[in-house]
């Protein structure tokens, strides 16, 4: 005997699940911090426990307020695991294990859940953590390096002279080993964040989700896009800025998340020109510790009124 | 390449790609032809059990001007006047004829017959009496369709190689194969609707399919190629491509031809030969060997899938369609009848399901869907039973083609909410 469901159109699915979505934005992040990991040490891990710990607590204490199928929704599809990864990812080395952990239980209770759940805000929930905890930001001489840094770099000119001996040198490239260095974060100075700067595997990041269509490319593109010409007419270097900053993880990973971006086309496009702006506009004037979490948040207050005018656009059109 | 630019998704890649061509499948001992195939009045048999058929012979027929006869698959004799449970699982009268003397046609060679001279009454009704129904997903018999033509108003014919639905590649591999046949049977359908204006539209991803027309073609033709999204096929998108206004009001009528049908009338006019046998596409991540074969009339789902080389795996689910607009196959041992272009056993991993979530507000739906509402907008109002809202937020719009539920990662059943909408609004529920 057939079932309802055996009528129910389609019979398969373009877009992956609510938790093969997470799963993967928090495989991506993963990749990000493991190169982290070997940069600055054992801090990242500790990070990135608390976190996640802060995170499902939070969840548990939703939970008990809901029915099981909320406390599933939140743990079960990786989204806990996800904003605990990118707040690691995004928050200064110098955090504490504690702060780490209130940032992601800020994230879950005060952005996932206090504007009504899944599909209700607009603003990123891990941004919301990291914006609205108190004792984030570290100056920069209490940041903790690690011990991992140097031997990292030592690793990444091993890597280099296998490169450069089978790779490189056949095929006539002239790659410096610092321009390999700058460009997988482990040649920088102080870095912004545990992942500021790990350009390359940010890159492989972006393949994963870019790859399996949990973003459309368009979106970090243009985020990238206006941030470099932002940078650019303000007098700024827009390599250096992306190198010591932030922005390329916010238009990687953050902008990744489905419910942050607007909904048609044209307003994903203006929406990532704005926030590229805004995350410009704070780098180079400054007036906060966290320019590219600032822009994105600042630009999702806008998302609403992207929306409306696009589905009046829409409207008329049909 | 012309751009698709409201709505529409890229669909994904198929896991296991089909093999290009098609071959002719081994010819079944047995037959099961369900007597109701088109849309239109139902058939009433002409053989009785122990009757010896004739390939191509008329079995079933009906008085009504809507309804096309429908013709023995293979030689034989009839077995059974009876009913058959077809593959949705809902049942309808049948035939079964058991493989048993020669063919007429098969292997042989035939003389075409000159058809310049035939007026398009002759024509239409040669088309008619070789039971042809248009495809890949329509019921509709092929002479009504040619004759919809009001008065007062041109027409122009559209070959259709846009069909971009995930596993309906069996037209592309016709025109891909058959260009000339496909541009003859174009050639009667124009002489038919008495206008000159023909054009092909090929979408991107048939690459074979557009080179063999363009280099097949007249210079009455005119092509156009498309990009690969789905849908790229829809009247509205195929009026703008050969330069027509949407809604028809410029006075004129697209009579959009899929190949499989062009070829069907080609070979109608010119062999008399009656619809009896179709191109199908067997793919899916469970079938061994994916390809296009060309089946007669039927022959079940499981001898189609055997010919494949059956199945590698336990399939999710067996589809005879596309997966957005295909029906779920109940019953493996169902004949093919006119209107399958495909049979696909497709994997878990290809069928991606999942259980219900609340939706995200990923904004999927809205992009995806071509006829521009919000599918999200509209399940919201359905659940919160604001049924005074529906019509204006464009519940009737839809064209019910999946797309929504497609790419919805919550795996909502938008297609379902919104025919509950519809049927609310206008006043049925």
């Known amino acids: 005997m057939s079932s309802v469901a055996d009528f129910r159109l389609p019979h398969g699915f373009r877009m992956l699940t609510v938790r093969g979505i997470y799963l993967r934005l928090s495989l991506a992040t993963a990749v990000l911090l493991v ?44 989204r806990v695991l996800y904003y605990g990864l990118l707040i690691t990812a995004l928050a200064p080395l110098g955090i504490s294990a504690p702060a780490a952990a209130a940032a992601t239980a800020t994230a879950v209770l005060i952005g996932l859940w206090l504007p009504g759940g899944p599909g209700a805000y607009w603003l990123h929930p891990a941004l919301v953590g990291l914006v609205f905890v108190p004792g984030l930001s570290v100056t920069p001489g209490e940041s903790v390096g690690g011990t991992g840094g140097i031997a990292a770099v030592v690793e990444s000119s091993q890597i280099y002279r296998v490169l450069d001996q089978y790779v490189f040198d056949p095929l006539s490239l002239s790659i410096t080993p610092e321009w390999i260095a700058a460009l997988s974060g482990m040649g920088t100075g102080e870095p912004a964040s545990a992942a500021a700067g790990l350009l390359l595997p940010l890159l492989v990041a972006a393949m994963i989700i870019v790859g399996e269509d949990v973003v459309p490319w368009i979106l970090p593109v243009m985020y990238i896009v206006a941030f470099a010409v932002t940078v650019t007419l303000f007098g700024g270097e827009p390599l250096t800025a992306a190198i010591t900053g932030n922005a390329p993880i916010v238009a990687v990973l953050a902008v990744a998340d489905p419910g942050v971006r607007p909904a048609h086309r044209g307003s994903i496009v203006v929406f990532g020109v704005l926030a590229g702006i805004l995350t410009a506009v704070f780098t180079v004037y400054g007036g ?25 656009r829409w409207r008329r059109e049909r | 390449m012309i751009p698709i630019l409201s709505g529409g998704v890229t669909p994904l890649p198929t896991e ?140 122009v014919v559209v070959l259709d190689v846009a069909e971009t639905e995930p596993y309906l590649s069996a037209g592309a591999e016709i025109a891909a194969e ?45 092509m156009h190629r498309v990009v690969h999204r789905y849908p790229a096929n829809t009247e509205y998108q195929m009026r703008r491509i050969a330069g027509l206004k949407p809604g028809r009001d410029d006075g004129t009528e697209a009579v959009i031809l899929s190949p499989a049908t062009a070829a069907a009338i080609r070979d109608a006019v010119l062999y008399r030969k009656p619809q009896i046998e179709q191109v199908i596409a067997v793919g899916g991540g469970a079938v061994a060997r994916p390809a296009h074969i060309r089946v007669r009339i039927g022959t079940s789902i499981a001898e189609v899938l055997q010919e494949c080389g059956g199945l ?37 991993a290809e069928v991606r ?32 039973g604001a049924d005074a809202e529906l019509a204006e937020a464009g519940v009737f719009d839809c064209t019910e083609c999946g ?13 379902e909410r919104i025919r509950t909408g519809k049927a609310r609004a206008g006043g049925h529920l």
């Open chain 1, 35 to 78: 190169v982290a990991l070997f940069r600055s040490g054992t801090p990242v891990m500790v990070t990135a426990l608390a976190a996640i710990g802060g995170g499902i607590l939070a969840e548990l204490v939703v939970g008990l307020t809901g029915d099981i199928s909320v406390r599933r929704s939140g743990i079960g599809n990786g």
């Open chain 1, 288 to 312: 906060t510790d966290l320019p590219a979490v600032a822009g994105l948040v600042v630009a999702g207050a806008f998302r609403p009124l992207l929306d409306h005018l696009w589905s009046y």
């Open chain 2, 16 to 155: 296991k790609p089909l093999e290009p061509g098609f071959w002719n499948a081994a010819v079944p001992t047995k037959c099961v032809v369900p007597l109701q195939q088109h849309a239109g009045s139902r058939l009433r048999s002409l053989v009785k059990p122990g009757e010896q058929v004739r390939e191509g012979m008329v079995i079933a027929e009906s008085g009504q001007r809507l309804a096309v006869p429908l013709h023995a698959p293979i030689p034989g004799r009839v077995t059974t006047v009876g009913t058959t449970t077809l593959l949705d699982g809902s049942t309808s009268s049948a035939l079964e004829i058991q493989l048993d003397g020669e063919f007429d046609r098969l292997g042989k060679t035939l003389q075409p017959y000159p058809w310049e001279n035939l007026s398009p009454e002759d024509l239409l009704e040669l088309v008619r009496s070789a039971g042809i129904v248009c495809g890949p997903r329509s019921w509709v018999p092929a002479h009504a369709y040619l004759r919809r033509r009001p008065r007062g108003r041109s027409s």
């Open chain 2, 178 to 222: 058959r260009p000339q046949e496909v541009l003859e049977g174009l050639s009667i359908a124009a002489r038919i609707l008495s206008t000159d204006r023909i054009h092909a539209v090929v979408a991107g991803c048939f690459p074979r399919a557009f080179k063999a027309l363009r280099s097949t073609h007249d210079s009455h033709v005119k």
């Open chain 2, 312 to 348: 590698t795996e336990e399939p999710d689910r067996i589809v005879a369609g596309g997966i957005l607009t295909g029906n779920r196959v109940l019953n493996v041992n169902a004949p093919v009848t006119k209107n399958v272009a495909a049979v696909i056993a497709l994997t878990s």
């Open chain 2, 353 to 384: 399901a999942g259980g219900e979530e609340p939706c995200i507000n990923c904004g999927g739906c809205i992009r995806a869907c071509p006829v521009s509402i919000n599918p999200s907008l509209l399940n919201d109002l359905v659940l919160d």
């Open chain 2, 403 to 415: 797309l929504c539920a497609h790419v919805c990662p919550s795996r909502i059943p938008l297609v």
